[in-house]
């Protein structure tokens, strides 16, 4: 059986590699996987250390594609609860969300609130009360080239 906190890591790791390749920034897994007190500026799974990040990054990784019907379909789509505390964790530290996610064997995916300003592939959802973008990850930074530091 899988242990699902060294699937969580190594989804971590891989996400923070990408960010690195991307970004050339030095992205680090947050202590506690985002389970300091607010008042460390920390939430969030990675993050840059010795800066003010402007983003809160939350990262999951399960078995099946979650970009399905359910989301407008289910009660409470697994998408939406991701979002729900990447926006919550974003919130505590005045940071934007950004949930990069995966399911087995897929390429790093990423949602996000700003509208995209590129032409790439990316989808719009609205649903659950939530507006998110989503997009591959490689897509949505080499197009929006974001500013992760201030």
């Known amino acids: 059986m899988v242990d699902s906190r060294e699937k969580g890591a190594r989804a971590e790791t891989v996400a923070r590699d990408a960010l690195r390749k ?3 920034l030095q ?29 809160v990054v939350e990262v999951k990784h399960y078995a099946e594609d979650h970009l399905t ?3 407008l379909t289910h009660k409470k789509p697994q998408f939406f ?25 897929s390429k790093l995916f990423v949602g996000y609130e700003d509208i995209p300003s590129g032409v790439y592939n990316y989808m719009f959802v609205n649903a659950h009360g939530y507006e998110v973008y989503i997009s591959l990850l490689e897509d949505w ?3 929006e080239q974001p500013k992760f530091i201030a």
């Open 27 to 55: 992205w680090e897994r947050t202590p506690g996987s985002g389970a300091l007190d607010p008042k460390h500026l920390l939430k969030g799974d990675l993050y840059i250390p010795g800066e003010k990040n402007l983003f």
């Open 81 to 105: 609860e991701w979002w729900e505390q990447a926006v919550r964790q974003g919130k505590q530290v005045k940071q934007k969300p950004l949930l990069i996610f995966k399911f087995d064997r």
């Open 141 to 143: 930074y080499e197009n």
């Open 69 to 71: 019907s359910a989301l």
């Open 22 to 24: 991307l970004s050339k």
